[in-house]
Antibody, heavy 121, light 110 residues
């Protein structure tokens, strides 16, 4: 059974870079036709798709975050990483690692439990 | 993009059928057959129940079905069971490589 677990610093200072890792077990991030990405949910607000990547290198980002976000895969470790630069309090959220069923479906069949990141000095 | 509109809560008795609407616009739900639905039990990860409007992933009960009419997508649960009590979220592709989610609906099984 595929399992997904997010990890990283729970507290980040404003203007710094938020870095999270998604550890995937029970399956490979290189499985054909599946993308990996991140979705976040600020406290009391709705879900927001951040971006997705394919193991071959294709990457797709939310236009509203594109200038600050990088998603990358470490195939040797079966990890997916998220970097979000120049964070502000508005980036405080629960961040979920997700697996996407191909690019065309825009559906996510595995979700991590989520990891709360607070941006505060 | 504005969030998709879902009722905050719905309820039904065991054995009944309920429908959760998800209302968008002609730019999202109305334009693309790329609506998905997710179930979340307290303290658990979200689970994909329906994708591409009406497709069920392997392992999802056929009591769950999806449909779309105009700018509104719907999730129908038939033969309601106690285990169906959860939060449900809809999601739609909106073009330009981005998505919009609904605010979620709390389903209570009476």
């Amino acid at each position: 059974q595929l399992q997904v677990q997010e990890s990283g610093p729970g507290l980040v200072k404003p203007s710094e870079t938020l870095s999270l890792t998604c550890i995937v077990s029970g399956g490979s991030i290189t499985t054909e036709n599946y993308f990996w990405g991140w979705i976040r949910q600020p406290p009391g607000k709705g879900l927001e798709w951040i971006g997705s990547m394919y193991h071959s290198g294709s990457k797709y980002y939310n236009p509203s975050l594109r200038s600050r976000v990088t998603i990358s895969g470490e195939t040797s470790k079966n990890h997916v990483s998220l970097n979000l630069t120049s964070v502000t309090a508005a980036d405080t959220a629960v961040y979920h690692c997700v697996r996407q069923i191909g690019l065309g479906s825009w559906a996510f069949d595995y979700w991590g439990q989520g990891f709360l990141v607070t941006v505060s000095s | 993009q504005s969030a998709l509109t879902q009722p905050a809560s719905v309820s039904g008795s065991p054995g009944q059928s309920i429908t959760i609407p998800c209302t968008g616009t002609s730019s999202d739900v109305g334009s693309y057959n790329l609506v998905s639905w997710y179930q979340q039990h307290p303290g658990k990860a979200r689970k994909l129940m329906i994708y591409e409007v009406n497709k069920r992933p392997s392992g999802v009960s056929n009591r769950f079905s999806g449909s779309k009419s105009g700018n509104t997508a719907s999730l129908t649960i038939s033969g309601l069971q106690a285990e169906d009590e959860a939060d449900y979220y809809c999601c739609s592709y909106v073009g330009s490589v981005t998505l919009v989610f609904g605010g979620g609906t709390r389903l209570t099984v009476l």
